[in-house]
Every structure is written in structure tokens, then in C-alpha cells.
């Protein structure tokens, strides 16, 4: 009976870790989307954003 009772329990936990697993790996698929989706709207922005610091810290540095 004690030996039922562990070999339930361990397979609730098993069962548990592959659902978090699971939904981490959910998670992370929805914020990589999300950061390319972002990343590719603003991809101009970023880039003069760069240029303009490159620039300041070169007349800067000169």
C-alpha cells in the first residue's frame, strides 16, 4: 500500500515538472515572438538611435 502511495506520488511530481516545463517553454516561444516583432517594427529607429551615439561619441572623442 505505502509502496502505491510513493509510486503515485513520484509520478504526480514527474507529470508537474513536464507541465512546467512545457508552459516555460510556451512562455519563451511568446516572448521571442514578441521581441523579433518588436525588434523588426523598430529596426530604423534602433538604428539611428546607434548611428547618432556612434556619431556624438566619435565627435566627442576627436
Known amino acids: 500500500m505505502m ?3 510513493k509510486n503515485t506520488l ?3 511530481v514527474r ?3 513536464g507541465a512546467s516545463l512545457a508552459e516555460y517553454a510556451l512562455l519563451l516561444g511568446v516572448i ?3 521581441l523579433i516583432t518588436v525588434i523588426t517594427s523598430f529596426r530604423n529607429s534602433i ?3 546607434f548611428s547618432k551615439t556612434t556619431n556624438t561619441l566619435n ?3 576627436s
Request: zero cysteines; glycine letters at 6%.
Open 59 to 61: 565627435s566627442a572623442g
Open 32 to 34: 521571442t515572438v514578441a
Open 15 to 17: 507529470e508537474e515538472e
Open 10 to 12: 513520484r509520478r504526480f
Open 3 to 5: 509502496s502505491t502511495v
Open 47 to 49: 538604428s539611428n538611435i
